[in-house]
């Protein structure tokens, strides 16, 4: 395949915004817990930083709700429930599908072959199990459907809501990497047919399918059995 889909990745974010997108991920999947309190120096000398950029995230993520900041005992996990949940991946699959329906209006032949080059290479990932890069060949498969519905708005918006997938998550489950092989092939037919329908129930399904598969390993792990309420929390 041509050089140009090699997708080396692009420049770093700020130390502070990556050991949030770490953090999010965490809580997302289960790995902190609602009213687990955050520590610092062990959350650097986990991720190997100082714990300037562990602050800074944690503040960071405190305007988001992940955490909240308790006067002298420090940052603890918001709760998080079965709802928040699925209105995080609901309000995903609504702007995706959307902006999937604007795109088979719009994209042309060399989208398409652009399009289903990334796929090609990410067929090539899944089938070596190569979690990283999958990672960036999904979010690079998306966006470019992203960008060619046109509209820069919503885009901006489903990509602020997407930062709270935990995509490691998703990377490392066998049975997820095959279902996003299969989903791709559906959202490229109908991407090929120009058919805005269905290229919307390709994308929300896929998203929904990611819902369904988180919410199976939270109740797996037992993670909502005891979720502290927001008195609990700031009590």
């Known amino acids: 395949m041509p050089e140009a889909f090699a997708l080396p990745p692009g420049p770093r974010l ?7 997108a770490r ?5 997302m999947a289960g790995v902190l ?4 309190f955050i520590r610092l120096e062990a959350v650097a000398q986990r991720l190997g930083v100082s714990v300037t950029p562990v602050r800074e995230a944690l503040l960071q993520l405190r305007g988001e ?15 998080l429930t079965r709802v928040d949940v699925q209105d995080l991946f609901e309000l995903q699959s609504r702007l995706g599908g959307e902006l999937a329906a604007r795109a088979a209006t719009r994209i042309g032949a060399e989208g398409l072959t652009a399009l289903t080059e990334i796929n090609g290479l990410l067929h090539q990932a899944v089938a070596t199990q190569a979690a990283d890069r999958i990672e960036v060949l ?9 960008v060619t519905a046109e509209s820069r708005k919503l885009a901006y918006v489903l990509r602020s809501a997407t930062q709270y997938l935990p995509r490691r998550f998703f990377t490392a489950d066998a049975h997820w990497r095959r279902a ?11 991407l090929r047919d120009g058919d805005a329908a269905a290229a919307r129930v390709a994308v929300e399904a896929h998203i929904l399918d990611g819902h369904d598969r988180l919410v199976r390993h ?16 700031t009590s």
């Open 23 to 27: 953090l999010r991920e965490e809580v």
């Open 14 to 20: 700020p130390l502070s915004e990556e050991v949030a």
């Open 33 to 36: 817990r609602p009213g687990e």
């Open 138 to 146: 999904e979010y690079q498969f998306h966006r470019t459907i992203n």
């Open 65 to 79: 709700d992940v955490v909240r900041l308790l006067p002298r005992r420090g940052f603890v996990v918001s709760p």
């Open 180 to 190: 996003v092989d299969r989903d791709h092939k559906r959202i490229l037919a109908a």
């Open 218 to 233: 939270l109740d797996d792990i037992g993670f909502w059995a005891d979720v502290p309420g927001v008195t609990e929390l």
